[in-house]
T-cell receptor
Framework: TQLLEQSPQFLSIQEGENLTVYCNSS?????LQWYRQEPGEGPVLLVTVVTGGEVKKLKRLTFQFGDARKDSSLHITAAQPGDTGLYLCRSGTYKYIFGTGTRLKVLA | GAGVSQSPSNKVTEKGKDVELRCDPISGHTALYWYRQSLGQGLEFLIYFQGNSAPDKSGLPSDRFSAERTGGSVSTLTIQRTQQEDSAVYLC????????????????FGPGTRLTVL
């Protein structure tokens, strides 16, 4: 059973475009984290969201936790090639469960 | 101090051989996790250590896989009689666990060991 479904699975866009990726579950989570993994490296934490409806911004990245704490989104404004990587969400309730991942490629 | 380190960075082995993968977590981190990542895929949980104990081994794919942790620090993942389907990147992560706030704790990952079984 996959607790965390991410969409889209793959995304290839041009530099400067905006995009949104999603992390969805049928379960309620106490918190949710987003990680980014660049080629050849391990994932690195971007943000932790805790409160339903919470919005956090990290430069051009905007993270939102759903009101019911079952879903989250990551929006990137004016994507850059440095944003390329695998984006993973992680459940705060099930401490070692990660989402299926969204692989983003930003073309210069 | 230093981050999570893993060795070797790359391992090529022949089908049927045993391999050992090592993980050195961040000093003081009591929780340690092993994951497997196949090409282009997400993270597949293998095993979790709290100190030297493994409360959850549910992710180990078969009895050919085992792991241990000694001194609350270094961990070794052993794969016996390797098969071609074992080829993947094996990632180790550690976190500082305090109380029941597991979900708030950041997992710090090593760079992984790329295992290729010929």
């Amino acid at each position: 059973t996959q607790l965390l479904e991410q969409s889209p699975q793959f995304l290839s866009i041009q530099e400067g475009e905006n995009l949104t990726v999603y992390c969805n579950s049928s379960s309620v989570f106490s918190s949710l984290q987003w990680y980014r993994q660049e080629p050849g490296e391990g994932p690195v934490l971007l943000v932790t969201v805790v409160t339903g409806g919470e919005v956090k911004k990290l430069k051009r990245l905007t993270f939102q936790f759903g009101d019911a704490r079952k879903d989250s989104s990551l929006h990137i404004t004016a994507a850059q090639p440095g944003d390329t990587g695998l984006y993973l969400c992680r459940s705060g309730t099930y401490k070692y469960i990660f989402g299926t991942g969204t692989r983003l490629k930003v073309l210069a | 101090g230093a981050g999570v380190s893993q060795s070797p960075s790359n391992k090529v082995t022949e089908k049927g051989k045993d391999v050992e993968l090592r993980c050195d977590p961040i000093s003081g981190h009591t929780a340690l996790y092993w994951y497997r990542q196949s090409l282009g895929q997400g993270l597949e949980f293998l095993i979790y250590f709290q100190g030297n104990s493994a409360p959850d081994k549910s992710g180990l794919p078969s009895d050919r896989f085992s792991a241990e942790r000694t001194g609350g620090s270094v961990s070794t993942l052993t794969i016996q009689r390797t098969q071609q389907e074992d080829s993947a990147v094996y990632l180790c992560a550690s976190s500082l666990v305090s109380g029941s706030s597991y979900g708030y704790n950041e997992q710090f990952f090593g760079p992984g060991t790329r295992l290729t079984v010929l």
